[in-house]
C-alpha cells in the first residue's frame, strides 16, 4: 500500500499547526521589517541634516563649480586668511573648510588642496567634491594650453561594438550583466532556501528518531515512503512559510511607510550625489535602454521553467542530504561534521557560475559543472540564459532528479539502521557500513 500521500499530509500538517512554526511565521516578519523601519527612520534623519562647506579659493578657478544641492550647502568666502577663514567655520559649526592655495591650474596636486575639518569627513563628500574639481582644472589646463575645450567635447566618439550571432540574434555587453545577474539571484535564492528549511527537515528527522515513535510507524511504512514523505511534506511547510513571508512582510512594509512616513522602498540618501555625477555621462541612457532590451531579448519562459524545475530539484536533491545526515545523527551538534561536504558544493557552484559561466558559458568547465547534481541547478540557471540547447537543459535535470532519487534511497537505508542506534557518533565508515546491510 502507498502511504506517502498519508505521510506528506502529516508532515505537513504537524509542522504548520506546530506552535513554534505558527509564532516564528509571523514573528520573523515583523522582526524584520522593523529593523528595516529603524535604519530607515534613522537614515532619514541623518539625511534631514544639511552640511554646510565652506570654501577659500586663492586662484579664483575652481569656487564656482561648487553649486548647492539638497544635502549641501557651499559657502564661498573671499578676502580672508586661513586662519580667519578656520575660526569662522568653528564659529558656524559648519561641516568643514576647503582650502585652495593659490597655484597655477598645472601645479594642482594633493597638498595645494586640504580639507579642514573638526571630524573625519565621509567618503561621499570627499569624492563628490574631487569629482567636480577635476573636471573643472582639466578645463583649466586644456585652456592654458591653447586648446579648445568645446571642440573636444564635440570630438568626443563613444564606441560601442555591435554583437550578433551567426543566426542573426543580436546581443550585447549589458546581456552579459543582466544574465549574470539573473544566476546570481537564483543561486542566492535556492542557497538561502536550502539552509533554512533543509536544517528544518534535518531537525524534523533527528525529532523523529530521538521520540521512539518512528519505531512504529517503520514497521508498517518503507523507509524510502517515510524519508520522501518527510522531504516533501516539510519541504511544502516551507513553501508556505516564505508565501507567508512574502505577503505579509510586504504588507507590513506599505502600512509601516504610510504610518511612521517612511519610504522603506525609496529612502534617499547623501551618496546620491555620486550616483548623479556617474550616470549624468551620454552614455547612461545608452546603457539603460539596452539593458532593457536585453531584458526583453532573454528567453523568459524558459527561464522560468528552468528556474522552476532546477530550484525544486536542486532543493529536494539537497534536502535528501539533510535527511540523511539527520537520520544518521542523535542530536544536532553531531551534524557539524557532516555539514561541510554539502554546502561546499554549493558555494562552489556559486563561484564557477561568477567566475567562469560568464566569461565561457559553453566551456568544458561550464558544461561540466552544470550535469554535476550538486551544482547543476546554480551552474545550469546561470548558463541558460547565454543559450543552452534542450537536450541539455533536460539531461541536466533527469540527472537531478535521478540523483535526489539516489540520495532518498541512502537516506531510507541510513535512517533504517539510525533509528536503532543511538548514544554513538556515527563516522563516515558507520555511514557506508550501514548502506550496505
Do not use: C
Not at 528595516?36 to 544639511?50: E, R
Not at 560601442?160 to 537564483?186: C, H, M, P, R, Y
Not at 511504512?221 to 511544502?236: A, E, F, N
Amino acid at each position: 500500500m502507498n502511504h506517502l500521500p498519508l505521510i506528506i499530509k502529516r508532515e505537513y500538517l504537524t509542522k504548520v499547526k506546530n506552535k513554534s512554526f505558527i509564532i516564528m511565521t509571523f514573528l520573523s516578519p515583523l522582526i524584520f521589517i522593523a529593523l528595516i523601519a529603524v535604519v530607515a527612520y534613522l537614515s532619514q534623519l541623518n539625511n534631514d541634516k544639511v552640511r554646510v562647506i565652506t570654501i577659500l579659493d586663492e586662484t579664483k578657478q575652481i569656487q564656482d563649480v561648487f553649486k548647492n544641492s539638497e544635502h549641501t550647502t557651499y559657502n564661498i568666502l573671499e578676502n580672508m586668511s586661513l586662519d580667519e577663514a578656520i575660526v569662522l567655520v568653528k564659529e558656524i559649526e559648519a561641516t568643514g573648510l576647503l582650502y585652495i592655495k593659490k597655484e597655477k591650474a598645472s601645479d594642482f596636486d594633493f597638498e595645494t588642496m586640504t580639507f579642514y575639518s573638526q571630524d573625519s569627513p565621509s567618503l561621499s563628500l570627499i569624492s563628490s567634491m574631487e569629482n567636480k574639481i577635476e573636471k573643472q582644472l582639466t578645463s583649466v589646463k586644456l585652456k592654458e594650453n591653447g586648446v579648445d575645450v568645446t571642440m573636444i567635447d564635440a570630438s568626443k566618439v563613444t564606441v560601442n561594438i555591435a554583437q550578433e550571432s551567426f543566426e542573426g540574434e543580436k546581443t550585447s555587453k549589458v546581456d552579459s550583466v543582466a544574465k549574470l545577474a539573473f544566476g546570481i539571484a537564483a543561486g542566492y535564492l535556492l542557497f538561502m532556501f536550502i539552509i533554512i528549511y533543509g536544517n528544518m527537515i534535518m531537525r524534523s528527522v533527528i525529532e523523529e528518531k530521538t521520540s521512539r515513535i518512528i519505531e512504529v510507524i517503520i514497521s508498517s511504512v518503507k523507509p524510502v515512503q517515510l524519508m520522501l514523505g518527510k522531504i516533501i511534506g516539510t519541504s511544502l511547510a516551507g513553501i508556505t512559510q516564505f508565501i507567508i513571508w512574502m505577503v505579509f512582510g510586504g504588507f507590513l512594509m506599505t502600512v509601516i511607510s504610510l504610518i511612521v512616513g517612511v519610504d522603506l522602498f525609496n529612502s534617499t540618501t547623501p551618496q546620491q550625489e555620486l550616483v548623479q555625477l556617474a550616470v549624468e555621462g551620454e552614455d547612461f541612457n545608452f546603457y539603460f535602454e539596452t539593458g532593457k532590451r536585453a531584458l526583453n531579448s532573454m528567453p523568459l519562459i524558459n527561464l522560468i521553467l528552468a528556474f522552476i524545475l532546477f530550484f525544486i530539484g536542486g532543493y529536494l536533491m539537497y534536502s535528501s542530504l539533510y535527511a540523511a545526515i539527520g537520520a544518521a545523527v542523535d542530536n544536532e551538534t553531531d551534524t557539524q561534521q557532516f555539514m561541510m561536504p554539502i554546502i561546499m558544493p554549493l558555494i562552489l557552484a556559486v563561484y564557477i557560475g561568477i567566475f567562469t559561466v560568464i566569461e565561457d558559458p559553453h566551456g568544458t568547465v561550464s558544461t561540466v559543472f552544470s550535469f554535476i547534481p550538486l551544482t547543476s541547478p546554480v551552474v545550469m540557471l546561470m548558463r541558460i540564459p547565454f543559450g543552452v540547447p534542450i537536450w541539455q537543459q533536460l539531461l541536466s535535470l533527469l540527472i537531478l532528479v535521478g540523483s535526489f532519487m539516489l540520495t532518498v534511497w541512502f537516506a531510507a537505508k541510513i535512517y533504517r539502521v539510525g533509528i536503532l542506534m543511538y548514544g554513538k557518533k556515527p563516522s563516515y565508515k558507520d555511514l557506508i557500513k550501514w548502506i550496505k546491510y
